[in-house]
């Protein structure tokens, strides 16, 4: 059962345009949630992050934004620039039931993002 | 700052085999996550090493399991590998507190392929 869920598996998009991805999830119990940016042959890299007190956040063309009724976020980027293809992995995390535990995180199944020149 | 390194990079093994990976958080890190990435699953979180112990275990079975070193590096063993354990393999290591959001940094992967 996945609790992060990335519904789209590619999105194209021309240069200059926006990109929306979009990200739903599950469990009640996250309240920070996560956006990771991954090349071919390298690790995710973080991209940025809300906590579930705010409903938007931003930095520079990124901007993600939380609806907490909905269960869902989505990561904008304005303009999109050929250099933003990459896969885009949404990522949640939540308190740790157990106390001698740190948060993990829980990762969707990713969206690959094509600029289009 | 040098970043987390993987080691191998790729691996080809045949099944029934076991495989051990390897991963070197940053300086300072003592945490050390494990994740399988394949296609379409993202990435499923394996176990998280700190201090030396084992402080949460995702649901993959008993044939996968890790270990960490006085140092922080930490490795992964897959034992009697099946085709599909395929996957890429990352680890990120971080700070590890309990407390707060601990960002985590990622290695580049061990690509394994079971023939």
């Known amino acids: 059962d996945q609790q992060v869920k990335q519904n789209s598996p590619s999105l194209s998009v021309q240069e200059g345009r926006i990109s929306i991805l979009n990200c739903d999830y599950t469990?009640?119990?996250?309240?920070?949630f996560l956006w990771y940016k991954k090349y071919p042959a390298e690790g995710p890299t973080f991209l940025i992050s809300?906590?579930?007190?705010?409903d938007k956040n931003e930095d520079g063309r990124f901007t993600v934004f939380l609806n907490k009724s909905a269960k869902h976020l989505s990561l904008h980027i304005v303009p999109s620039q050929p250099g933003d293809s990459a896969v885009y992995f949404c990522a949640a995390s939540a308190i740790p039931i157990s106390s001698g535990s740190a948060r993990q995180l829980t990762f969707g199944s990713g969206t690959q993002l094509t600029v289009l020149p | 700052k040098a970043g987390v390194t993987q080691t191998p990079r790729y691996l080809i093994k045949t099944r029934g085999q076991q495989v051990t990976l390897s991963c070197s958080p940053i300086s300072g890190h003592r945490s050390v996550s494990w994740y399988q990435q394949t296609p379409g699953q993202g990435l499923q979180f394996l176990f998280e090493y700190f201090s030396e112990t084992q402080r949460n275990k995702g649901n993959f079975p008993g044939r996968f399991s890790g270990r960490q070193f006085s140092n922080s590096r930490s490795e992964m063993n897959v034992s009697t590998l099946e085709l599909g354990d395929s996957a890429l393999y990352l680890c990120?290591?971080?700070?590890?507190?309990?407390?707060?959001?601990?960002?985590?940094?990622f290695g580049p992967g061990t690509r394994l392929t079971v023939l």
């Open positions: 990120a290591s971080s700070l590890g507190r309990l407390s707060g959001n601990n960002e985590q940094f």
């Open positions: 469990n009640s119990m996250f309240d920070y």
């Open positions: 809300i906590s579930s007190i705010k």
